[in-house]
């Protein structure tokens, strides 16, 4: 059993393929495939649509686009707009869900513009005239506030523990991909035959009794897998206090809500001692202006 403390890093890999591979490979915590396009495209033969939302597109579309995006009422397209520009964001997700049930329309425009590789997505696809086109990174950190704030996405990746993650991802407004307790075997040599746990903050004043319990549950963790009960039943016995990796996508206007709501005094400490120095990172990084 080990003690570890939370932390956090920034995910910003710009190719589709190689950020959804390891987004997906994180709820498994194995190492990256060799060819990542092999291994995403059998994620979507499974329908396991989940993890393409954390590659978000930016495009610049025109009038008449962002207004038929309007009627189509679909939520997870964002839209944005500041004088007569118009923006929107989105994944791969409904582009692929409205392609499979035959009812692209508008949507259309968007595979129009995406990159040709990811394109190869949409088999039958006849490609078409557009005159929306994707925003690169450095024209999306030009946007004025207002259209940032929606379009920007950032991708975090958190070293947390299962009681702070179930907090985090009762926010709605984002996507997340969690290392599986089901799947992952923690008996196995890959994880040293130990638990990893997030050191509690009060472990000083309270060691005894932390190692003492969080022993007796590894121990006992370790004994049921060995009697072949499998890992997803096995992981009823785990503590709160596990370590978990867990991927964060949202826009900036989501972070400013979490921020707000488990940066404050009310919030729990430990979510507090990972959200703090998450958002004075985004600050540093000009995600986000201090307030
Ligand atoms: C101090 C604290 C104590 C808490 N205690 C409890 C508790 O005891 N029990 C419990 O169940 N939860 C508890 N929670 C979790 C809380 O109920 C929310 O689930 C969580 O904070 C997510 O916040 P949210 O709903 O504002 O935002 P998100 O889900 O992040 O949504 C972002 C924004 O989108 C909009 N939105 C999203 N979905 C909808 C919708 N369906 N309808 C309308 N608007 C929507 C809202 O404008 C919202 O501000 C607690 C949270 C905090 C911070």
Do not use: W
């Amino acid at each position: 059993m080990r003690y570890v403390k939370q932390s956090f890093e920034e995910i910003s890999i710009d190719d589709f393929y190689c950020k959804i591979a390891l987004v997906a490979h994180n709820c498994y915590q194995v190492n990256k495939d060799k060819n990542q396009k092999i291994f995403v495209n059998r994620l979507l033969g499974f329908k396991h649509y989940a993890m393409i939302e954390h590659k978000v597109f930016v495009a610049k579309i025109d009038s008449n686009t962002y207004r038929q995006l309007i009627d189509l009422y679909n939520r997870f397209i964002v839209l944005a707009t500041n004088n007569d520009d118009f923006y929107c964001a989105f994944s791969l997700r409904p582009l692929l869900e409205a392609y499979e049930s035959n009812n692209l329309g508008i949507l259309a425009d968007l595979i129009n513009i995406l990159p040709s590789d990811v394109q190869e997505i949409f088999a039958d696809f006849h490609m078409g005239k557009t005159t929306s086109r994707l925003l690169s990174a450095e024209e999306i950190d030009r946007l004025p506030r207002t259209v940032y704030d929606k379009v920007k996405y950032v991708t975090i990746k958190l070293i947390t523990d299962r009681g702070v993650s179930h907090e985090l991802v009762r926010h709605r407004i984002a996507s997340y991909a969690q290392e599986s307790t089901r799947y992952c075997n923690y008996a196995k040599d890959k994880f040293s035959n130990e638990l990893t746990l997030i050191e509690p903050l009060d472990y000083q004043e309270n060691k005894a009794v932390y190692d003492c319990v969080f022993g007796q549950i590894e121990q006992k963790y370790i004994e049921l897998v060995n009697r072949n009960v499998a890992p997803e039943m096995a992981r009823a016995l785990l503590p709160n206090k596990l370590k978990t990796s867990i991927i964060i996508t949202a826009n900036v206007q989501e972070y400013k809500n979490i921020f707000a709501l488990r940066c404050d005094q009310r919030a729990h400490p430990d979510i507090r001692d990972i959200m703090i120095p998450l958002r004075d990172y985004f600050v540093a990084k000009n995600y986000l202006v201090k307030a």
